[in-house]
């Protein structure tokens, strides 16, 4: 059984952060020592160019630490086999896992995923809560999802952080004043404050990317980084579900839109069968599908996002309906471009193509 979803880690991109801050330090520390050293291997002047250079290497110490952009969602192809469950190229089984966790978002479902290996903790972002509920009874659902644990910085270490950058931007001012001549009698002093500061930033950088031992999700979810990324919103979403209890299981494949699901199928197969299911333009006829249900079904907007765009294929391909006409139906831009690609694109190979490039809709709320 082959799903399409998004990874989610907690896992950010650090080049960014080491490379500035440690170049911007090293290079200050490296013209004081030739200041004191005799004779001077920098070419540096004492004038403001000079001193303009080493404000533009204090600065960038300031906002080194900081550019660490988390890694966007990323596409993976989920290939579930038995009890073990194969994310890209990573084979996850089992008996491998600590704690599994499912959670309904405003869109789609997570699938909260504690392991022994880093990362400790990802998430996959699925179409339906039906295919998430595949992928946690593969891995052995757990019925406690407070159970899960991840890797994160403390909030002790961010604090820690935007102190230093705090005060080595205000001694890095005032010794640009004291260079400049406004203030010549801090000129010294803020120097070696700064200079100080510059590797101390270094220091708190490198131990904030030392990921914290395991911690559990519901403390995870008060850490205060308010949900500022992909990762942190699916941590609070686990946790709200957690207090809310386990989701239902099979709400979403009940009634007759269940036809119009997926049911774990790859795209292509999914296609085939929506354009071979009978048709009927009155009302059910065993699992015949109406008209009226499918513009009914194609019109909720609390309805799934892939029965909504089945109902918009069968709909055009099988009765005839203008596909421009469907699609103006649909609000939601997300919605929208994927009712889009079931419509207009026959093939069901090139449909099939289009739908998995976009990937499944997600959001937390």
């Known amino acids: 059984m ?25 290079s200050l520390l490296a013209i004081v020592v030739d200041d004191l050293g005799f004779p001077r291997r920098i070419p540096l002047s004492s004038d403001a160019t000079g001193f303009s250079v080493v404000a533009a290497l204090m600065a960038l110490v300031v906002v080194g630490p900081w550019l660490r952009p988390a890694r966007r969602p990323g596409l993976v192809r989920v290939r579930v086999e038995g009890s073990a469950v194969r994310i890209a190229d990573r084979v ?62 403390s909030r002790a270490g961010v604090r820690l952080q935007g102190v230093v950058s705090v005060l080595l931007a205000v001694t890095g001012l005032l010794w640009m004043l004291g260079a400049f001549g406004a203030l010549p009698s801090v000129y010294k002093l803020v120097g070696v404050a700064a200079v100080t500061l510059a590797p101390a930033s270094l220091v708190v950088l490198l131990a904030r990317l030392a990921p914290a031992k395991g911690r559990a999700l519901s403390a995870l979810a008060l850490s205060g980084r308010h949900e ?97 006409e469907l699609v103006r139906v649909v609000v939601d831009p997300d919605v929208r471009v994927r009712v889009e690609a079931a419509v207009f694109e026959d093939d069901p190979e090139e449909a099939a193509t289009e739908l998995d490039r976009l990937g499944p809709v997600f959001r937390a709320r």
């Open 2 to 26: 082959e799903l399409t979803a998004r990874l989610v880690d907690a896992r950010t991109s650090n080049r960014a952060a080491l490379g500035t801050t440690a170049l911007a330090t090293f």
């Open 92 to 153: 996850l089984r089992a008996a491998d896992v600590r704690a599994v966790s499912v959670a309904r978002a405003a869109r789609g479902a997570s699938v909260a995923i504690a392991t022994s290996a880093t990362p400790r903790l990802v998430f996959l972002e699925l179409a339906s809560l039906e295919e998430a509920e595949i992928v946690a009874r593969a891995l052995g659902a757990s019925a406690e999802p407070r159970e899960l644990e991840g890797d994160l910085a």
């Open 228 to 324: 500022a990324t992909p990762f942190d919103r699916h941590v609070a979403l686990h946790a709200r579900a957690a207090d809310a209890g386990p989701a239902p299981l099979g709400r979403e494949s009940a009634g007759p839109r269940a036809v119009l699901l997926r049911r774990g199928e790859a795209t292509r197969a999914w296609l085939r069968r929506l354009d071979a299911l009978p048709v009927d333009r009155s009302a059910y006829r065993g699992d015949a599908m109406s008209r009226e249900a499918l513009l009914e079904t194609l019109a909720d907007d609390a309805a799934a996002v892939e029965a909504r765009a089945g109902a918009a294929r069968i709909l055009a391909r099988r009765l005839g309906e203008p596909p421009p």
